[in-house]
């Protein structure tokens, strides 16, 4: 099997996803792309398969995801851990719904989302984007499974938290 | 109240699917006995619905994927139907749009190398016939062995998505993959094939640095024409040489020479260039550009052969597409 008819076939189908991974990591659609189109045509042109028993898949998610973060970590030096608190979400910040509250839910979303650290947002778009496991994202991102499950319960808590005045309209 | 608080944790998990029997069971039976776990359970079907929608809308808005990438799906389709069926298939690819292929040779191996080769490692194997290895002679005078027999073969190997690799073999179905040293240049490296490693490897040129100007990766024209020229030497004698230095090449201590072939007939229109311009770094007596002024005229006295492989890194080329050029 010629591994990058594999990888491209592979690569069409998560384009968009891991695009939005990017984006929802770097929040600037241009980056995101470039992020993108970096790892995949990356994985293109390698001479050989990647050495590596996980599903491409997680490969291509987890390699987005680290060069996104890569690009964050220049831009912004620093710790990017889940424990990082993204800079206006403090409490005393106002509810993001005050601003956005004659706005779409889109608006109040993106504006929680960019109050969470950026590694909660990959989390919460890896469970609820696209519908990974616990176990898939924790090889997506390489950490232990319960981490997974308290981290994305933190993320999920303070967007909930951000989307406070969201009432009503259940799934 | 606190044992409750306790509860969000699990039933975040009991949503995402990741509880199971007797765990499951249990919360399950709690959330509908507790009105405040309940509510819970609500709000966290809320948060995650509204992040769902916005993810989606992140998706849906997703750019189209590279072009390296988008025409794959066309290719994919064609290996899934196999053996003879995909090499018919692509016969019948290259020979739609004729007309316009047949513009020249150029946009003969042009055309393919853009079909084929953003996807995956191919290989052209390009014939050249007829009047164009007489030319080369009679360009050459002669150092026959600068221009290429009738019988050999120009290998342009693309490397996708960026390099353009090329050797000069005369038994191209050989065993040369396995022992038979295979090198070349790139445009500006130097590569030699290691049969060991069956792979390619990189290695600076000696004593010579080569950039061709305007070529982007598959101006394969340029790649093919300078293969052709690859003895400098020769070519400088048989070219008529002047110095076309200007004022912005001096302040950038460069040395800029105009290279005018000489027809070995007056008048005759059959070339493959009709001048090249070579930058020289003095400080180090190096060629450090060539800049071959690609002329047509010859173009039409040549018949090309195409043929397109996919490489398979360690294996032979599987042949799709024989292909025949012959101009009008």
Redesign the interface.
């Known amino acids: 099997m010629?591994h990058?008819?594999e990888v491209?076939?592979e690569?069409?189908r998560e384009?968009?996803?891991a695009?939005?991974l990017a984006?929802?990591l770097l929040h600037d659609?241009a980056r995101a792309?470039d992020v993108c189109?970096e790892v995949?045509?990356g994985l293109?042109?390698a001479?050989?398969p990647p050495q590596t028993d996980r599903p491409l898949r997680a490969l291509i998610l987890r390699m987005v995801r680290n060069r996104a973060l890569s690009e964050l970590r220049r831009e912004r030096p620093g710790s990017l851990d889940d424990d990082e608190v993204g800079p206006l979400a403090d409490a005393a910040s106002p509810d993001p719904l005050d601003e956005a509250s004659r706005r779409e839910?889109?608006v109040?979303?993106?504006t929680a989302?960019a109050r969470l650290p950026a590694a909660w947002r990959a989390m919460?778009?890896l469970?609820?984007?696209?519908d990974l496991?616990?176990a898939e994202i924790a090889e997506v991102l390489e950490r232990d499974v319960d981490v997974v499950?308290?981290t994305?319960?933190r993320a999920?808590?303070r967007?909930?938290r951000l989307?406070g005045s969201?009432?009503?309209?259940?799934? | 109240m606190t044992d409750c608080r306790d509860q969000?944790?699990r039933l975040?998990?009991l949503l995402?699917?990741?509880l199971a029997g007797d765990e499951r069971a249990a919360l399950l039976e709690h959330v509908d006995a507790c009105p405040a776990c309940a509510e819970t359970r609500?709000?966290?079907?809320?948060?995650?619905?509204?992040?769902?929608?916005?993810?989606?809308?992140?998706?849906?808005g997703?750019?189209p994927?590279?072009a390296?990438?988008?025409p794959?799906?066309r290719r994919?389709a064609l290996?899934a139907l196999g053996g003879l069926a995909a090499a018919a298939a692509l016969v019948l690819a290259l020979a739609v749009p004729r007309a316009r292929l047949d513009a020249s040779p150029a946009a003969v191996i042009q055309r393919a190398a853009e079909r084929y080769g953003k996807?995956?490692?191919v290989e052209l194997w390009v014939r050249v016939e007829s009047q164009a290895a007489e030319l080369l002679r009679r360009v050459f005078g002669a150092k026959q062995e600068s221009a290429p027999a009738p019988e050999e073969v120009q290998r342009v190997l693309i490397?996708?998505?960026?390099y353009v690799l090329m050797q000069k073999t005369p038994d191209p179905r050989g065993p040369w993959r396995t022992d038979r040293p295979l090198e070349g240049f790139d445009g500006s490296r130097a590569w030699k094939w290691d049969p060991e490693k069956r792979?390619?490897r990189f290695e600076p040129p000696e004593g010579l640095s080569l950039k061709v100007e305007g070529a982007e990766g598959n101006d394969l024209l340029q790649f093919l024409s300078w293969g052709f020229v690859r003895d400098l030497g020769q070519l400088q004698a048989e070219c008529t040489l002047a110095e076309a230095t200007g004022p912005s090449d001096e302040r950038a201590g460069r040395r800029v020479f105009r290279l005018d072939p000489r027809p070995p007939e007056e008048g005759d229109r059959r070339w493959f260039w009709s001048s090249a311009v070579l930058t020289i770094d003095p400080g180090r007596d190096l060629i450090e550009k060539m800049v071959l002024d690609v002329t047509l005229a010859a173009v039409s006295l040549l018949r090309i052969h195409v043929e397109v492989a996919?490489v398979?890194?360690g294996m032979s080329p599987r042949f799709f597409s024989p292909r025949y050029h012959i101009p009008e």
């Open positions: 010629n990058r008819r491209v076939e690569a069409l384009w968009p996803g695009f939005g984006f929802h659609r792309e189109q995949l045509l293109l042109s001479a050989r839910e889109a109040a979303v993106e989302l919460l778009y469970r609820e984007g696209l496991s616990y499950r308290v994305l319960h999920r808590r967007a909930r989307l969201l009432k009503g309209d259940p799934t | 969000e944790e975040d998990a995402d699917g990741e609500d709000e966290l079907e809320r948060t995650r619905a509204a992040l769902r929608r916005a993810f989606a809308r992140t998706r849906a997703a750019p994927p590279p390296a990438l988008r794959r799906k994919a290996f996807f995956t490692d490397r996708s998505p960026h792979g390619v996919e398979d890194q």
